[in-house]
């Protein structure tokens, strides 16, 4: 995650066809007969599941699915086998939710114990130590929402590492929602309500987050903290849009320079219909528009 690429499918290199002039996708399996892929791979099986486990644990809720494609090169055995380790040690637990369309995916989260177990992997893995790493009480009716965050935060991790930027942290809204709130309070308990307001604006600033025309916060899904190639900090401002936003909404969050993606069909067409959709890839292709059978087992 941090730091890291795209890492390539972790399997060693298929054998020479017998047949070479037969060179076919495995039914079942997401590569080809391999006598001419690149061979090797820089990255281990424990390192790759030590990504894994601090993506789960940074986002609370991620698609088995969208761990198989962004951790182990798609490969459905190659994922089986990270998570039936992790269930058996107690680390993980996988939930069974449903899209849009009524399709079934499923959902992997931590436990207590995994929680432990991640942040000791993350802090090997060089996250910055204010990363926090979380269990998540899985909500059925959110599944599909929350598990678009991570998709959206690996489009806008590859944009910013095409520009030779590094992820360092990522916020959640409930992060962000609550170090707001904290201090808002405890401005309101000291004086008035009027130094409570002056107090969210401020702390809003402090970590990057815009207001609108009334003056109400505007939270982010997710806030990307990155380093760039010549060592600046920035902030990347994400949001998965579900295709019930209220169109204000959308509009003073695209004003306030977020980065927005389309989970699903609907979202997309919502987007367009604003003229808040035209940039290509945007659209998230998740549960309620994917085969889960094809890498779920």
């Known amino acids: 995650m941090f730091g890291r690429r795209a890492e390539p499918d972790p399997r060693p290199a298929a054998p020479p066809s017998r047949n070479r002039t037969r060179k076919r996708m495995r039914k079942g399996h997401r590569r080809e007969y391999a006598a001419d892929r690149a061979r090797g791979s820089t990255i281990s099986f424990p390192e790759r599941c030590a990504g894994a486990l601090t993506d789960i644990g940074v986002f609370g809720a991620v698609s088995y699915r969208d761990l198989a494609e962004a951790r182990f090169g798609g490969h459905p055995h190659t994922t089986r086998k990270a998570v039936n380790d992790?269930?058996?040690?107690?680390?993980?637990?996988?939930?069974?939710?449903?899209?849009?369309?009524?399709?079934?995916?499923?959902?992997?989260?931590?436990?207590?114990?995994?929680?432990?177990?991640?942040?000791?992997?993350?802090?090997?893995?060089?996250?910055?130590?204010?990363?926090r790493i979380r269990t998540q009480r899985m909500k059925p009716a959110e599944a599909a929402h929350d598990t678009a965050i991570y998709r959206a935060y690996r489009k806008e991790r590859a944009r910013l590492e095409a520009k030779g930027a590094t992820v360092r942290r990522v916020r959640l809204d409930t992060e962000l929602k609550s170090a707001v709130a904290r201090a808002s309070e405890a401005a309101r308990r000291r004086e008035d309500k009027r130094a409570a307001d002056a107090e969210r604006h401020r702390v809003a600033r402090e970590l990057g987050l815009p207001t609108d025309d009334e003056g109400r916060v505007l939270y982010p899904d997710a806030q990307i903290e990155y380093e760039d190639a010549k060592g600046r900090t920035g902030r990347v401002n994400v949001e998965a849009v579900s295709g019930n936003y209220r169109e204000p909404a959308l509009r003073a969050k695209a004003a306030a320079g977020f980065a927005l993606h389309a989970n699903g069909p609907a979202a997309a067409g919502l987007l367009r219909r604003l003229g808040l959709g035209s940039e290509e890839g945007s659209w998230l292709r998740g549960p309620a528009d994917r085969d889960p059978a094809s890498v779920e087992i």
């Open 86 to 131: 992790w269930i058996r040690k107690g680390w993980v637990e996988e939930h069974r939710a449903t899209g849009p369309k009524g399709k079934p995916f499923k959902v992997l989260s931590l436990t207590r114990k995994g929680v432990t177990k991640a942040r000791k992997k993350a802090a090997r893995r060089g996250m910055d130590p204010a990363q």
